[in-house]
């Protein structure tokens, strides 16, 4: 059964940071793009990061300039380091792999930000 484990999600201040972590076995995270979606209460999923197998990485334009993700490939590990956060960043954040037999995903981690 394939996993991926997500951590580091929690209450946070506006302004404040959070780092979140995913992590899965490799012969799902070798070279495969990686990413990191968002739910809010009533609202559709959306694509929050990715970073190729290379490392080349994108961003929502919500987060831009705020978010970086980042792949430890030893650890199988991807971080989204989480910066001035913002009440509207409140929601359920999931973790994705992209492989050739198709996406998997975590259980979700929560992230609210008061304001």
């Known amino acids: 059964q394939v996993q991926l484990v997500e951590s580091g999600g929690g209450l946070v201040q506006a302004g404040g940071s959070l780092r979140l972590s995913c992590t899965t076995s490799?012969?799902?995270?070798?070279?495969?793009?990686m990413a990191w979606y968002r739910q809010a209460p009533g609202k559709q999923r959306e694509l929050v990061a990715s970073?190729?197998?290379?490392?080349?990485?994108d961003y929502g334009d919500s987060v831009k300039g705020r978010f970086t993700l980042s792949r430890d490939n030893v650890k199988n590990t991807v971080y989204l380091q989480m910066n001035s956060l913002k009440p509207e960043d409140t929601a359920v954040y999931y973790c994705?792999?992209?492989?050739?037999?198709?996406?998997?995903w975590g259980q979700g981690t929560k992230v609210t930000v008061s304001s």
């Open positions: 490799g012969s799902i995270f070798s070279g495969n793009t």
């Open positions: 970073i190729t197998g290379g490392g080349d990485t």
């Open positions: 994705s792999a992209a492989t050739i037999a198709g996406a998997y």
